[in-house]
Structure formats: C-alpha cells, structure tokens
C-alpha cells in the first residue's frame, strides 16, 4: 500500500508516523508532495514529489496520473484550501483506485466558514462562544470581546478587544468581515478526533494547549475527560466527519464550547498518535478490510509532548527539482 500526503511540507511526524504504520501493517510507501522543493517532509519520506499548484485548472487530472504512476492507495490532503477540491473529486480518485481521507463538501464547507459554524452549532444544540454580531451599538457590550476573521487560520488577525474604541478601529481595518464573540477565559483544548469512512468515530483524545504558536501547540498535554469527548463525538456525528478532524474548544470543568473545526490532521496531532491514538496506523488497517471497534478512552493520560524544530542539511544541487 503506498500513501500520498500532499501540502506536506513540515509535517514530519505525519510522515514518520505513516511510515512506521506502513512497515508493520504489511508495507508500502509513504510519497511526500508539495510544489515547494524547501518542504522538509520531501526528503524523510520514502519519497518526495514536487506537485503542482492546487489552484491550476489541470491540478486534479495531473495529480491522478502521479496517483496512477506510483500506485497510491490512500491520498492525505493537509492544507484547508484544497480540502473541498479533493472531496469533490472524490469519486474520481477512486475509480483509479485511491481512497481520499476527506470530510464531505459540505461538512468542509461548514467548518471552513465560522458564519455557517456558528449557524450549524445554533441550530443543533451545540455551546459556542456567545456571539454578537446582530448587535446594533457595540459601545454597550460588556468587554473584553474577541473578534476573528469568518475564514481564517493560524490565529491570524485574531484579537482581544477591551473597549469600544479599540472595537471601532479594528472593524475599519479589517472591514467588517469579522465574527465578535464574548472573549472566554477558560482552558482550551484540542481534539483529535478519528472516524471511519462511514462516519463512525473511533477515538478522540482531547489535548490542552499550552504553549502555542501561530495557531499550532509546541507544548501540548493530553486530557481524558468524559464530557470534552462525549460533545465531541456528537458534533462529529452531526457534521459526518470522516477521517482525522482536529476540533477546538473551551472547557472550565463542566461546560465545553466549540471554538472551529478543521476537517484535517493538526500539527500537533502526533501527540495523540504516541499516546494511543494512532489515525496513519488505523487508515491503513482500514484499507486492508480490518473493523475498527471505537476506543474513545483508550489512550494515555496527562501525556506531554514538548516540540521543537529539527535541521535538515544537504547540498544545494540535492533539492527537489
């Protein structure tokens, strides 16, 4: 079985991991794709691809001939922005026999945009971070509040606002297209959440965000709680999430709030993989016709990871071409 992981740029514990998942559930290779030739995960898999551009119209027809080529099984799509690409071409993909770990179009579709998000968590039951943006005069909310972009990622133009005033002047930067919510001072905590292609969830390992940076957690520690995984689970279910999610939430012990999904391995997702919940290892049994029963608590407890970047060193005339 051979497994392509395209953006893959720094993700190298992804593909250490699938690597290692691969040797000792009957073999294959791990192919690491990005249109960078700088992408570190290029030269620790099996092997690196220099991909094209996802947003050429020829994308998806020259990446099935390099899935024909290289015999892929399994493609792992890692960037937010060509999640939808490839769920939409999902039938494609397989009538040449790779299986995409992709989320539906409109579960992707929900999570990507906080609006529909928010709508979707509102309607079915869901607790968020109260929001306000139908309020007519923001001079009378109670601050601090928290504003963040409708589409956005890696915590960028996100921002605690303590007054009005500094309210105003952000909302004329950044032109309105902003979701204002009350600004939550609880624990927040990411979740790892595994489904099958049916849809069942498998694990969910919530872990706390300790020290993060640009959005993704350097130290990160895993939390065993009942009601973070029991709400994740039913949220989960309600979107048809499928194959490794990474949800986030608040949680002050007894309440949980969702804050935003993202249909697709985090950066930090490792943690949970070494700490029981291995998504490369159980994608690959999958594919090889195993039933996975859910083992939502099946993982270690108050298990730390502390992450550091690591070198890569060669010659210049041994980058990708």
Known sequence: MNVLITSASRKVGLVKTF???LQENGGGKVFAGDINPQSPSLYIADEGLILPRSDKDSFIDELMEICKKYEITLLIPTRDEELSLFSKNVDKF?????????????????????????????SNGFNIPKTYN??????????????????????????????????????????????IQEFVDWKEYTIDLFADFEGNVISAVPRERINVLGGESFTTKTFKNEKIITESVKLAESLNLMGHNTLQCFFNGEDVKFIEINPRF????????????????????????????????????????????????????????
């Open 94 to 122: 397989s009538s040449i026999g790779t299986k995409i770990m992709v989320s539906p179009t409109e579960s992707i579709d929900i999570c990507q945009n906080k609006d529909s998000f928010i709508e979707f968590c509102n």
């Open 266 to 321: 985090g950066g930090a997702a490792i943690t949970s993989f070494a700490a029981g919940a291995n998504s490369p290892e159980n994608l690959i049994k999958l594919l090889n016709g195993e039933t996975l029963e859910p083992s939502l608590f099946d993982f270690k407890d108050n298990f730390i990871a502390l992450r550091f970047v690591e070198e890569i060193f060669m010659e210049e005339k041994d980058l990708k071409q």
């Open 134 to 179: 139908d309020v007519e005069d923001y001079s009378k909310l109670k601050y601090p509040v928290f504003i963040k972009p409708k589409i956005g990622k890696s915590g960028l133009n996100t921002f605690k606002v303590d007054s009005f005033e500094e309210l105003d002047f952000i909302l004329k930067l950044l032109d309105d297209d902003v979701i």
């Open 19 to 21: 690597k290692k998942a």
